[in-house]
């Protein structure tokens, strides 16, 4: 996979040095936390968007139907999923999205359901709008995450808990949810009448043989799902990507729609528009090449974490590995800084995604397998330093 040698010349949140100071406390580090790749994208999709800016002119457009054909069959060939074009709303983003149908379909300080450790920007847009946290965090049986079925069912039950959201496959410790879960999940969902937001952006990083399912699959049973998605993260496209809601509901499809209308949210990026026309298209070759890379990745982590205290969660899907430092480590704070000081390698925080991520990092690894075995030996370093245990 070519790595992209310009990005130092680009303004990039990760490597911003007022965001470096704000949540590191220095700029000189090797950043390694936000998720977004460091992989030359896909040729296809640079010569289309050449050839967009070379050609013309940029007034308002809409999206051809050449462009709704592409998603479809993106669509059915990785995942069967028949899109109804008309189910589709287009949204700037996911998180938009999530405040959207928080605040249209609950109240304030009504409950919203969140498995953490998981994506911080859910508990964020809920504190936003005014609503109420309700924790089903995951539990870590054996080294891999599960979610709390009793815990859940009974939270489903609170009056007060109007909506669950889940992160497919979750950010950060890598589930890919099983068809078999996803069902139980949906039951649950149906006999308390939640609304079910399922975030679906990681959806085409699954590793090592897994199975994505999408909760698109059971809408037959119950219609409250809500999913979102796009392809921002799947082709390194997120500074310029929007995304989507798929919405089969027609009240609450109508509901989103007309908010986004009064906002005027609906309009089309022309430059989105074309790369994602040319990723649906000639990209899964590129995508392929990823994939394999940061499976290389991670068995290389596995291998250089053998014989060391720090534990990989072994991902099953997105481009994050979940270390666990607490063999390591007593104080999530004081590893935090122990070890951004000490590697000099940028991670999150694993309490960044809630408390249940104490003593946890996370860290990108859609990288060169170089960058990352270097990053691996710098934290076992620090690591080995480290008197604070
Ligand atoms: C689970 C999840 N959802 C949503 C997003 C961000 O999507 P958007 O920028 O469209 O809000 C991310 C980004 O890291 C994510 O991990």
């Not at 992209?4 to 000189?28: A, I, Q, R, Y």
């Not at 996911?94 to 859910?122: C, K, R, W, Y």
């Not at 950010?171 to 949906?186: C, D, S």
């Not at 991902?315 to 390591?328: A, H, I, N």
Request: hydrophobic share 35%.
């Amino acid at each position: 996979m070519n790595i992209d040698n310009k990005l130092k010349n680009l303004p990039l949140t990760k490597s911003n040095p007022k965001t470096l100071e704000v949540l590191f406390g220095k700029t000189d580090l090797i950043p390694m936390w936000v998720a977004d790749m460091e992989f030359e994208i896909a040729k296809p999709i640079q010569e289309a968007l050449i050839k967009r800016i070379t050609n013309s002119s940029f007034g308002y457009e809409y999206k051809p139907t050449s462009y709704f054909k592409a998603q479809k069959k993106w669509y059915f060939n990785n995942y069967k999923i028949e899109l109804n074009k008309n189910h589709i709303v287009y949204s700037p983003s996911i998180t938009t999205t999530i405040t959207i149908l928080i605040e249209n379909f609950t109240s304030a300080s009504d409950g919203i359901i969140i498995q953490p450790p998981v994506f911080m920007e859910f508990r964020d847009v809920i504190r936003k709008t005014n609503r109420r946290i309700t924790k089903n965090p995951l539990k870590l049986i054996n080294n891999r995450y599960q979610i709390d079925f009793q815990d859940l069912k009974n939270k489903a039950k609170l009056e007060k808990n109007k909506v669950l959201i889940i992160c497919n496959p979750h950010n950060p410790v890598g589930r890919v949810w099983t068809k078999e879960e996803l069902k139980q999940i949906i039951e649950i969902c149906k006999e308390n009448n939640l609304l079910l937001i399922s975030d679906e952006i990681h959806k085409d990083i699954i590793l090592f043989n897994n199975q994505f399912t999408s909760t698109l699959q059971f809408i037959n049973n119950y219609e409250k799902i809500v999913v979102c998605t796009s392809e921002a993260k799947t082709f390194n496209l997120c500074g310029i990507a929007d995304s989507i809601a798929i919405i089969s509901n027609d009240r609450i499809r109508n509901i989103v729609s007309s908010t986004f209308k009064k906002y005027n949210l609906g309009r089309t990026n022309a430059l989105t528009r074309v790369a994602l026309e040319a990723a649906y298209n000639n990209g899964e070759y590129w995508l392929k090449e990823v994939i394999n890379t940061i499976e290389k990745n991670i068995k290389s982590i596995e291998r250089e974490l053998e014989t060391s205290k720090i534990e990989l969660i072994k991902p099953e899907g997105t481009y994050q590995v979940w270390l666990d430092f607490r063999k390591v480590y007593k104080d999530t704070k004081e590893m935090f800084s122990h070890l951004t000081e000490n590697s000099g390698i940028g991670l999150n925080a694993g309490h960044w995604f809630g408390r249940e991520g104490t003593l946890f990092m996370r860290m990108n690894i859609a990288t060169s397998n170089k960058k990352v075995t270097d990053a691996i030996e710098k934290i076992k370093k620090a690591v080995a330093n480290n008197k604070l245990k």
